[in-house]
């Protein structure tokens, strides 16, 4: 039996997170407190494969070398232009007795750690990881907010809080808080791999491990030698706002290969999305046919006269007529063919005159051979027609009626789409997706996604739509992987002729503050335009940018509240976004996130007197202010409302 080894300190730059890792009795294992006090405890490393020996006992410590960084990198879009990657690391090589060497890299930073391992082999050399060996040994019972894992809406649920001794199977983020700490497990760099779940070692503990989502014959990973796994990210805050501010994921992920990505244009956009949620207009043809020439004229003509920059097409081309596609696997869309009322060379032309872009939609019911045979020239087709995003959707169980939408299937064919997009100049974000870990780093085309329950829950779900706590909950949990692309925006409350049962479980301030809070380069203002008409509310979301400078979580608690500051790239003006969950609740902001010694106009866009989601969502009051960074605010949240501000410099 191998001797123990000594242990192998790494500490976070300002020296308050520190993560031991050693070689104990022949295991890999690691450690982690923060603050003086414990987080994790004695966890396992290692792997399990099909058909050769395993590593994970028997190992000594061989090298280890210590690798720090500090620098500022650039995004060329992003909820904040320059991000600081300053960490400590090592990389640490365990032999194991017959000679095979396991390389482990930890990265510790002052908003978590992340490791990853390096397999050994010559890349030649293929195999089957059986199991990750990873665990997660946690101090305490923290509080738990978690969707679960191997469900048949895979990401789109709502969100529960348990102990961490009562979670099932979960998909990460996982976010966890108690005793002065907040963190969430998570990875980053998913590519050619399973996406990572998390399960209990055993009932009743506070011990999880790696749960890789498998192929459909079992299989968890087929490998190869070399293979750099994706990182194992946990992220380290005080508290749940600073938690929903780390950077981690983004700086474990390798910088941009794309270059200039100029053409990756951050915007918003509107569409006939909502019409058709709601059961206004249909996707498929028919006398409610929502993609017409005739309408795609309209959307195009009012969101040049509105300064908005993109209009988005749905159910414009041929296959959507096939009965329940999404359920029986038969989908057969022809991603390069119009349907016979929709004019693509006449709309393309009318969108260019009018100074409008064209935002693409690719479903794929989640038949991704078929898709993927028709990429090129589906991707040919847009650029001729001067389509520079992509909506995507993989609407399904499983992909091609076998597979995981978030196993290895599902990364790798999901990755050939992003770079075949990229050389085309054409951004993607994807519904339904494999879920962020900080791709948009490398491929800046990859510019959002959706992976939670949005806005269409709210439209025409038969379990009539999300709860009034969904959006307290989401910034602390699935949006620590990255944007999210919800749909705000909703002005019109009243769509009962058709969704008698649903309901949006807002009100209008709280739908203007969310494209603040949720963040996403890409933002679709959801309802129809109709419903914006004479609306003075329509000013904010005509206002506020989708590309930010530097962004804050000023203050907030798991579903119950939060409050989100950004600044505009290339201007001095702030955007604030507060919202609450079906509680009324007063705020109190200091606003000393504006420059001092400047004084700034609010434009205040607050919950009107007897505002409340159940009733009278619609009531919003509108009143400007002077403030400087001097100034405290009382923001007055109704049940289910929010509040939107712009800060313009003076």
Not at 396 to 404: A, K, S, V
Not at 482 to 489: I, L, N, V
């Amino acid at each position: 039996m191998a001797r123990a080894q000594e242990w192998q300190e790494i500490r976070s730059p300002d020296g308050r997170l520190e993560v031991d890792f050693a070689v104990d009795q022949g295991e890999a294992i690691y450690r982690a407190s923060f603050k003086g006090k414990p987080i994790i405890d004695r966890s396992l490393l290692g792997f399990r494969f099909k058909d050769r020996q395993s590593l994970e006992a028997g190992f000594t410590l061989g090298d280890v070398k210590r690798t720090a960084t500090d620098t500022t990198w650039a995004q060329p879009w992003g909820e904040r232009h320059f991000v600081r990657d300053a960490s400590n690391g090592i990389v640490a090589t365990v032999t194991a007795a017959d000679g095979r060497e396991l390389r482990i890299e930890f990265r510790v930073f002052d908003d978590g750690f992340g490791f990853r391992y390096i397999l050994p082999g010559d890349p030649k050399d293929r195999f089957v990881i059986s199991d990750e060996v990873t665990q997660f040994a946690f101090a305490q019972n923290y509080r738990a907010w978690w969707i679960p894992a191997y469900r048949e809406k895979f990401s789109e649920y709502e969100y529960s809080r348990s102990a961490l001794s009562a979670v099932p199977a979960v998909q990460t983020p996982l976010t966890l808080e108690g005793d002065g700490v907040a963190m969430a497990v998570h990875e980053a760099a998913l590519v050619d791999y399973a996406s990572m779940n998390l399960r209990l070692v055993a009932d009743n503990t506070k011990t999880l491990k790696a749960d890789l989502s498998p192929w459909s014959n079992g299989d968890l990973v087929r490998a190869r030698g070399g293979l750099a796994t994706p990182w194992r990210a946990i992220l380290v805050a005080d508290n749940a706002a600073k938690l929903a501010d780390s950077r981690l994921i983004l700086n474990l992920n390798e910088p941009n290969r794309l270059g200039d990505v100029s053409w990756a244009k951050p915007m918003k956009y509107i569409g006939i999305f909502w019409g058709m949620h709601i059961g206004r207009y249909t996707w498929e043809p028919g006398p409610d046919h929502g993609a017409t020439t005739a309408r795609a004229r309209q959307y195009i003509d009012w969101a040049a006269a509105n300064g908005i920059p993109g209009v988005l097409f749905e159910g414009w081309n041929k296959g959507w007529d096939a009965p329940q596609w999404w359920l029986n696997g038969h989908s057969r869309f022809t991603q390069n063919e119009a349907a016979t009322d929709f004019d693509m060379d006449a709309v393309a032309a009318h969108a260019r005159a009018r100074g409008v872009e064209i935002v693409g939609h690719h479903e794929t019911g989640a038949q991704v051979q078929d898709y993927l045979r028709q990429l090129d020239p589906a991707l040919d087709y847009y650029e001729r027609h001067g389509v520079k995003a992509i909506k995507l959707g993989y609407v399904g169980t499983r992909l091609d009626m076998t597979e995981w939408p978030d196993g290895q299937y599902a990364v790798e064919n999901f990755q050939k789409v992003v770079e075949a997009a990229a050389r085309h100049h054409i951004a993607v974000f994807p519904h339904e997706p494999v879920k962020d870990t900080g791709l948009r780093r490398t491929w800046p085309n990859l510019m959002s996604r959706e992976g939670a329950r949005g806005q269409e829950y709210n439209g025409g779900s038969p379990d009539t739509g999300n709860s009034p706590d969904h959006l307290a909950i989401v910034p602390f949990t699935r949006m620590l992987s990255g944007p999210f692309d919800y749909t705000p925006g909703v002005f019109n409350f009243d769509y009962k002729a058709k969704r008698p049962h649903n309901r949006v479980p807002s009100t209008l301030a709280q739908q203007l503050a969310l494209f603040v809070v949720l963040y996403s380069p890409v933002q679709m203002a959801v309802d129809l335009p109709e419903n914006y008409e004479g609306n003075p509310a329509f000013r904010f979301i005509h206002d506020v940018p989708t590309d930010w400078e530097e962004s804050r979580t000023l203050m907030g608690e798991i579903g119950e509240y939060v409050v989100t500051a950004r600044q505009g790239r290339n201007t001095e003006d702030w955007f604030l976004g507060a919202l609450t969950n079906g509680n009324a609740r007063k705020l109190t902001v200091p606003l000393d996130f504006l420059e001092p010694g400047k004084r700034y106009e609010a434009m205040i866009y607050a919950d009107g007197p007897g505002a409340d989601w159940r009733g009278a969502p619609e009531r919003v009051s509108i009143r400007r202010k002077v403030v400087t960074a001097r100034s405290i605010m009382t923001l007055s949240l109704a049940p289910g409302g929010g509040q939107a501000i712009r800060f313009r410099a003076l």
